[in-house]
């Protein structure tokens, strides 16, 4: 079993930084595909980044140059460095893992934290 946390969300203005984190406790040290997911007030959760056992990263569009994912080798857990931040960045950020491969397309992540929350006030 594991158990993740998620810290490190906050409120800031538009073009700001954030760097939400994430810990984890139990059968941590074989985890694969980590990810960070967020659901904005109204709308469907959207995966913006993933990153797997090779360091390979994946992410989405609406992201991409502005957000990087990174795992703390020792922890084994994912972190999220946030630059440039825009308003339509507000949500609940949460941290999410599995034991299993990220591969290709939709990731069912097992594993998820309580999320943290992220606002970009214009």
């Known amino acids: 079993q594991v158990h993740l946390v998620a810290s490190g969300g906050g409120s800031v203005q538009a073009g700001g930084s954030l760097r939400p984190s994430c810990a984890g406790i139990g059968y941590i040290d074989n985890l694969d595909c980590m990810g960070w997911i967020r659901q904005a007030p109204g709308a469907e959760r959207e995966e913006v980044a993933r990153?797997?056992?090779?360091?390979?990263?994946t992410y989405a569009d609406s992201v991409k140059g502005r957000f990087t994912i990174s795992k703390d080798n020792f922890k084994n857990t994912p972190s999220l460095q946030m630059n440039s931040l825009k308003p339509e960045d507000t949500g609940l950020y949460y941290c999410?893992?599995?034991?299993?491969?990220?591969?290709?397309?939709?990731?069912?992540?097992?594993?998820w934290g309580q999320g943290t929350q992220v606002t970009v006030s214009s």
């Open positions: 999410a893992a599995d034991h299993l491969g990220c591969g290709i397309g939709p990731m069912e992540f097992r594993y």
């Open positions: 990153i797997d056992s090779t360091g390979t990263t």
